[in-house]
């Protein structure tokens, strides 16, 4: 609690809290109460296709439920000052990754913007593996409504056909996401983000139901992308919140709420101190219902060995 009696938010708080008064607890505040799971994926650090290979071949890979790519904006033209995720250029480097990878482990592509740049990459990759993607469980983690190299009317069209594409046959690899962590990252509180990832989803609603696409099914394993922060019972109270408003408007469809740490992206200086961080934040995602948990590798970023990364 701050010093001003609110969080970070804006949101007052009180100093101690009690059950009387609540309504009663509606089964969709963590999502389906069945089979409710979360897993750790590992978030792979900047740097080439090459350079990033030991985090595949490592105790860590084993010690994660997934794996998360995420993609330079030079991969898809946009330059940078420095790297901000895995420089994948061409189809050598997405093989360089990919060998190493768990098949039997979920793969989340975090392509944002640049998403249906990077997406034919990856389908010609699978093509010359003879791997089906529509069978790889995953997601691409970029919607067309936020931030990219394409204009929004134009990255719409080119996922609604990415979409239609595969139409005819059921996929466990999700091409439908909801990215409003951009936001969150500028400076957006957890509220703003929040809602924003509402309207999106509103908006992927429409335009799904516009071209005649399973709106239900599509949404219903969509990964809806959320920053974790250190302010603990707002982060798990607004991901309650959120999850509440969008049963209530489509009766029932649970969206997929995959967490993302918020930590400092330069190099720490209290890294012992940031583990802990991260650990909070995690624990927040978790009692928010949060399905897959995108954490970074710890051992390479900071010098630690990989026992103690893992534990």
Same mark, same amino acid.
């Given at each position: 609690? @701050? +010093? @001003?009696?609110?969080?970070?938010?804006?949101?007052?708080?009180?100093?101690?809290?009690?059950?009387?008064?609540?309504?009663?607890?509606?089964?969709?505040?963590?999502?389906?109460? +069945? #089979?409710?799971?979360?897993?750790? @994926?590992?978030?792979?650090?900047?740097?080439?296709?090459?350079?990033?290979?030991?985090?595949?071949?490592?105790?860590?890979?084993?010690?994660?439920?997934?794996?998360?790519?995420?993609?330079?904006?030079?991969?898809?033209?946009?330059?940078?000052?420095?790297? =901000?995720?895995?420089?994948?250029?061409?189809?050598?480097?997405?093989?360089?990754?990919?060998?190493?990878?768990?098949?039997?482990?979920?793969?989340?592509?975090?392509?944002?913007?640049?998403?249906?740049? /990077?997406?034919?990459?990856?389908?010609?990759?699978?093509?010359?593996?003879?791997?089906?993607?529509?069978?790889?469980?995953?997601? $691409?983690?970029?919607?067309?409504?936020?931030?990219?190299?394409?204009?929004?009317?134009?990255?719409?069209?080119?996922?609604?056909?990415?979409?239609?594409?595969?139409?005819?046959?059921?996929?466990?690899?999700?091409?439908?996401?909801?990215?409003?962590?951009?936001?969150?990252?500028?400076?957006?509180?957890?509220?703003? +983000?929040?809602?924003?990832?509402? =309207?999106?989803?509103?908006?992927?609603?429409?335009?799904?139901?516009?071209?005649?696409?399973?709106?239900?099914?599509?949404?219903?394993?969509?990964?809806?992308?959320?920053?974790?922060?250190?302010?603990?019972?707002?982060?798990?109270?607004?991901?309650?919140?959120?999850?509440?408003?969008?049963?209530?408007?489509?009766?029932?469809?649970?969206?997929?709420?995959? #967490?993302?740490?918020?930590?400092?992206?330069?190099?720490?200086?209290?890294?012992?101190?940031?583990?802990?961080?991260?650990?909070?934040?995690?624990?927040?995602?978790?009692?928010?219902? /949060?399905?897959?948990?995108?954490?970074?590798?710890?051992?390479?970023?900071?010098? $630690?060995?990989?026992?103690?990364?893992?534990?």
């Amino acid at each position: 609690m @701050s +010093e @001003s009696g609110t969080s970070r938010g804006g949101f007052p708080l009180q100093g101690v809290y009690r059950p009387g008064g609540e309504l009663p607890l509606s089964p969709w505040r963590r999502g389906p109460l +069945e #089979g409710l799971s979360w897993e750790a @994926s590992l978030l792979l650090p900047p740097g080439t296709a090459r350079e990033i290979r030991p985090f595949l071949e490592g105790p860590l890979l084993g010690a994660a439920g997934a794996v998360t790519v995420p993609v330079d904006p030079a991969s898809w033209g946009e330059g940078s000052e420095r790297p =901000q995720g895995v420089l994948v250029e061409d189809l050598e480097d997405w093989e360089a990754i990919l060998e190493g990878a768990a098949r039997e482990k979920p793969l989340y592509v975090a392509a944002f913007g640049g998403t249906p740049l /990077v997406y034919p990459l990856l389908k010609a990759w699978g093509k010359k593996q003879g791997v089906d993607l529509q069978g790889w469980r995953g997601a $691409f983690l970029g919607d067309p409504f936020g931030q990219g190299p394409l204009p929004s009317s134009l990255a719409l069209e080119l996922f609604l056909e990415m979409l239609e594409e595969g139409r005819e046959q059921p996929s466990s690899f999700s091409l439908v996401s909801v990215t409003p962590l951009s936001l969150r990252r500028e400076g957006a509180t957890a509220a703003f +983000e929040g809602a924003m990832a509402l =309207q999106r989803m509103r908006r992927w609603r429409k335009a799904l139901q516009e071209r005649g696409l399973p709106f239900e099914a599509l949404l219903g394993q969509a990964p809806v992308l959320l920053g974790l922060g250190m302010d603990f019972f707002e982060e798990v109270a607004r991901l309650r919140a959120l999850r509440a408003l969008w049963a209530k408007e489509t009766g029932g469809t649970f969206p997929l709420f995959h #967490g993302w740490t918020l930590l400092p992206e330069a190099e720490p200086l209290e890294p012992e101190n940031d583990a802990i961080r991260a650990a909070l934040e995690i624990m927040a995602g978790v009692l928010g219902g /949060v399905k897959v948990i995108h954490g970074g590798p710890v051992g390479g970023s900071w010098g $630690f060995p990989p026992s103690v990364a893992r534990r």
